[in-house]
């Protein structure tokens, strides 16, 4: 229940800093993001995040340094995601102890993570470039997004596979 009045976030046009530069932005998931906005809930909100901002209007003022702030969480993200799964202890090896008839399906997720790192070089790069086209922008982090979710989908599908799917002959 709310008990006093709800603020609601500013509509002034705040003016635009330079882009933040990687190492200056904050380390922490919590600080991540504009000031007022929800926080993000990991992976799954910092793509949410990244999609907003992208589908935003690219007149707004720092349009570009909000993709380029939204795409840094995404990064981050990612980058652990693959020391977790891919590591000498990662979640990978442990799929194909459990279940190696799943082989095929690992090397795939692994042979994404290229992809995916490439895919999020190029939105950086466009992003980071003033005079690229909004549309650009768009296409390619629209094709980042769908690269994610499908890569997501089919990392749940085969854990899926390994662990919930009954071969029968276990007692």
Known sequence: ???????????VARPCAAPPHPSSLPTERHRTGLPGD???AGI????????RAIAAAPTEPCWRERVLLRLHPVGQGFTEHVQVTEGPAGLYRELLTHAPRLH??????????TAIGAALLAVRRVAEQP???????RHRTAYLLR???R?????????????????????
């Open 1 to 11: 229940m709310v008990t006093g009045p709800v603020q609601q976030p500013s509509v």
């Open 38 to 40: 929800p926080l993000p």
């Open 44 to 51: 799954a909100g910092d793509l949410r995040a990244l999609a």
């Open 104 to 113: 095929h399906g690992v090397r795939l997720l692994t042979r994404e993570h």
């Open 131 to 137: 005079d690229a086209s909004p549309d650009e922008l």
């Open 147 to 149: 690269t994610l979710a």
């Open 151 to 171: 890569h997501r989908r089919r990392g749940a599908d085969l854990l899926w596979q390994a662990y919930q799917t009954d071969l029968g002959g276990e007692t």
